[in-house]
């Protein structure tokens, strides 16, 4: 009888859980944790350069980001969400609202798709993040995207009382012109609407991610004097340090990558050509706290060969192989069936309900979903091999 109780018990626990199932062959198990990682970790806060849970203990989140749900709604039902959490384990979701391209300018009532879908979410367990898709153009403080505030107000008051809810408060900064200056006079006016809301519960400030510039990838435009897309192709040059950062609590700063653009860099005629970023972010790891919202395990436009082996390699510096030993949390772009390498389903999926049709960076990334959020031992992904080794 207690054999029998026991069994059921394990078997209510695989049932509940995210974690504790295969993600496939040559994987080993693995913990079985019941706990869904909301009310594990509740409110989020930032400790120095590090995530961490309410009790200050690093935490590390790994998931998804949805595509333009502007386009791909049907991809984000509550079935398909449950299934990425229990049976792809991913612990956070990033909702991903385009305000131009066709997103929220053009059709409103997309905000209201985005608070069912933090409501699916709250009720999984899981974190999520609000994302002020910015794209083009890329200044945060253009006319067009000056429903930000008004947006922000009312996200901010709705989800006052939830710890699931992170706001990225713009996607990708870009252009010449968008320099930290413009990037921090637009978080100076939307983080104090985020504040007074949860202030006026009496609820802890959530984590606010903010965008950098050049499409989130000079990370430390806050913190060095003169960074700004444009300012020549070798991040080693030599800039003063200075001390922009925003001055709030639980801010972090968003980085992007996508593995089969951006790596080693390269050389032309003897010159750098395009950045090292690997021995970039190393650095900045030791400075600044790091989320890395979205990446990619292809080529920066969406599409083009999977890197594996390079996508090892920013993951594993995400995960603490980094300066400051930081473990950065990340979502993976995307979530999706759109016929582009970057999707993680086979076209056609989402209309026929189909959640586990993957494809090439879908099997990878449900893999390294199990390994970095479950434990599993699986040596097809983030292979040791494909460590950073700063020079
Ligand atoms: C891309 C989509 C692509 C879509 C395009 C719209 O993958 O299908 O047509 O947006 O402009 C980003 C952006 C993200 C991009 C993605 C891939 O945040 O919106 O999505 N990417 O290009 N930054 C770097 C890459």
């Known amino acids: ?40 970790h509740g409110a989020l806060q930032v400790k120095g350069l590090q995530l961490c849970d309410k009790e200050g203990n690093p935490v590390q989140l790994a998931g998804l980001s949805t595509m333009g749900y502007q386009w791909y709604g049907q991809c984000y039902t509550k079935e398909s969400i449950t299934q990425m959490v229990k049976d792809w384990h991913i612990s956070i979701l990033r909702l991903a609202m385009y305000v131009e391209e066709g997103g929220y300018n053009y059709k409103p009532e997309i905000r209201e798709e985005m608070c069912n879908l933090i409501d699916i979410c709250e009720e999984l367990g899981i974190y999520c993040i609000m994302d002020w898709h910015i794209l083009t153009p890329g200044n945060p403080l253009d006319p067009r995207y000056s429903k930000a505030e008004d947006f922000f107000k009312y996200m901010a008051k709705r989800n006052a009382n939830k710890q699931n809810v992170l706001y990225e408060i713009c996607n990708e900064p870009n252009g010449n012109k968008v320099n930290w200056d413009t990037i921090s006079t637009y978080a ?3 983080i104090p609407i985020i504040h007074a809301a949860y202030d006026s519960v009496g609820a802890p400030h959530p984590i606010v991610v903010v965008g950098t510039p050049q499409w989130c990838q000079l990370v430390d435009a806050c913190i060095k004097e003169g960074r700004y897309q444009g300012n020549g192709k070798d991040l080693d040059a030599y800039l003063p340090d200075c001390d922009n950062r925003l001055k709030y609590d639980n801010v972090m ?53 999977e890197d594996f082996d390079r996508t090892d390699k920013w993951l594993l510096m995400l995960s603490g192989n980094n300066a400051g030993k930081q473990k950065v949390s990340f979502c993976n772009w995307s979530f999706c069936d759109k016929e582009e390498t970057s999707s993680i389903l086979q076209p056609g999926s989402c209309k026929a309900n ?38």
């Open 1 to 40: 009888m207690r054999r029998l109780i026991y069994g059921l018990v394990l078997i209510a626990a695989f049932l509940m859980s995210g974690c504790g199932q295969k993600a496939g062959d040559k994987v080993s198990k693995i913990e079985v944790d019941t706990v869904p990682p909301v009310q594990k």
């Open 188 to 190: 100076n006016k939307i």
């Open 253 to 305: 700063y968003s980085f992007h990558f996508y593995a089969a653009s951006h790596n080693e860099g390269s050389e032309k005629d003897g010159k750098p050509h395009y950045y090292d970023m690997y021995s970039y972010l190393y650095d900045v790891l030791g400075r600044l706290p790091v989320f890395c919202t979205e990446f990619g395990c292809v080529e920066s436009w969406g599409g083009g060969d």
């Open 354 to 391: 189909e959640w586990d049709k993957r494809t090439p960076a879908g099997e990878y990334l449900k893999r390294v979903l199990n390994v970095v959020n479950c434990g599993a031992q699986d040596t097809t992904v983030l292979k040791r091999s494909n460590i950073y080794i700063k020079k």
